[in-house]
Each structure stands twice: as structure tokens, then as C-alpha cells.
């Protein structure tokens, strides 16, 4: 998949970001807008670790 990866876990993680603000915005229970929060921090950091360069 190469760089596609990356590029679509970032993605995802923008679109989680913003469903997490709707769902603040929108007055949804906290454990819905954290559990959204949470997959995208993992989206995000999934992306950006993929994008380093392996070691050996």
C-alpha cells in the first residue's frame, strides 16, 4: 500500500476529529464524544507512525 496508508489513517483521523467536535457541539454523552476522541488520537498516531522511516 506504500504511502496510501498514511494518507487514509490521517484522513480517517480528520474525519474523527470532526465527528467528535458534532458530537460536542451537538451535546452528545461524554463517553460517545471520548470514545471518538480516542480512535482519533489512535488514527492520527497510527498515521504519523507509519510515516517514519524503519530502523535496520
Excluded at 494518507?7 to 470532526?18: E, Q, R, S, Y
Excluded at 451537538?26 to 510515516?51: E, H, I, M, S
Amino acid at each position: 500500500m506504500g504511502a496510501a496508508l498514511p494518507t487514509l489513517l490521517l484522513i480517517l483521523a480528520g474525519v474523527l476529529v470532526g465527528g467528535t467536535w458534532s458530537l460536542y457541539r451537538q451535546g452528545a454523552p461524554k463517553v460517545a464524544v471520548l470514545v471518538t476522541a480516542a480512535l482519533a488520537v489512535l488514527a492520527t498516531v497510527a498515521g504519523v507512525l507509519r510515516l517514519l522511516p524503519e530502523n535496520g
